[in-house]
C-alpha cells in the first residue's frame, strides 16, 4: 500500500500562487483516485479537488474550479494543485489522500489513504 507525503504550503499574501505536491511512496495505479481535501479550524473537511490518474478525469469544488488546477506527473507519483489567485478564506490545512477503487472523487469517507496535512495560510 502506497502512503502520500504532502509539501508545499506556506504563508502567502492575498492573490499569490502556491503550489502544493502529493508524493507517492510507489507507483499510482491507473484505478486510483487521488483527491485534495482542506480543513480550516472549526469547519468540517472540504473537498478541494480530485483526478481520477487512469482517465486524467479531474474534479474541483465550486471555491477551487477556475483558480486551483490539479495535475498528474507522468511518472506515476505525484499530483501537483496548484493554487492562484488565493484568498483568505482559502487559510486551511490542505490534505492529499487516494482511493484503491472508483468513487465519487467528493466524499472524504470514500479515500483509503491519507497523507498528512499541510499548512496553508492566506494573509489578507
Known sequence: QVQLAVSGGGLVQAGDSLRLSCTASGRILNYYTIGWFRQAPG??????????????????SPSAKGRFTISKDNAGKMVNLQMSSLKPEDTAVYSCAAAVQDIRPQLHYSYDIWGRGTQVTVSA
Not at 51 to 59: A, H, L, M, Q, R
Open 43 to 60: 469547519k468540517e473537511r472540504e473537498f478541494v479537488a480530485a483526478i481520477k490518474w487512469g482517465t486524467g478525469d479531474t474534479y474541483y
